[in-house]
């Protein structure tokens, strides 16, 4: 009997502990320093396979409503580029792959091709005179050049926003 009482003291103590309701866990904190998350279209960019070996460029692309609701801001973050190389790209409707491009969104002199610094990176951002769109298809493509515009180098589909 006396070892089942030294068991039952150990026992009820670990639990008081366990179940004490005056325990103060620490409190779950949300964090808001991302406003657009949930208004903003998002996309991976990556060279074509057909490009493996010659290209490997990737990166990063949003569209988003502009401050006033009736632009579109557009911004493209690559990485893995030849440095000193000059890009052409902008959004398209559709998908990355031939025969799913549905045309540019605005104007295609509306995006100021981006230039890749010394270190292989570059970023760029445009903003388009249209409401950003809520449903559909649309993807990002940076093309090889000015002179080579039908040469995709990278491109990819934007996701929507998560509601």
Same mark, same amino acid.
């Given at each position: 009997m006396s070892?089942?009482? !030294?068991? !039952?003291? #150990?026992?009820?103590?670990?639990? +008081?502990?366990?179940?004490? #309701? +005056?325990?103060?866990? *620490?409190?779950?904190?949300? +964090? !808001?320093s991302d406003p657009a998350l949930h208004t903003r279209w998002n996309a991976t960019l990556a060279s074509p396979s057909a490009l493996a070996g010659a290209v490997q460029m990737r990166g990063s692309a949003t569209m988003q409503a502009g401050a006033d609701g009736t632009t579109t801001v557009l911004t493209i973050e690559l990485s893995n580029? +030849? *440095?000193?190389?000059?890009? #052409?790209?902008?959004?398209?409707?559709?998908?990355?792959?031939?025969g799913m491009d549905g045309g540019v969104l605005g104007t295609r002199d509306a995006y100021t091709p981006v230039t890749i610094g010394s270190d292989g990176l570059a970023t760029a951002t445009t903003t388009i005179q249209m409401h950003t769109p809520v449903t559909g298809s649309y993807f990002i493509a940076v093309r090889a050049s000015q002179a080579n515009w039908e040469t995709i180098v990278a491109c990819g589909n934007l996701a929507p926003p998560t509601r």
């Open positions: 070892s089942r009482f !030294t068991l !039952t003291i #150990p026992l009820l103590v670990l639990l +008081s502990v366990a179940c004490n #309701p +005056s325990r103060e866990d *620490p409190v779950v904190q949300v +964090s !808001t580029a +030849s *440095p000193g190389g000059v890009h #052409p790209w902008a959004a398209h409707r559709g998908q990355c792959g031939s």
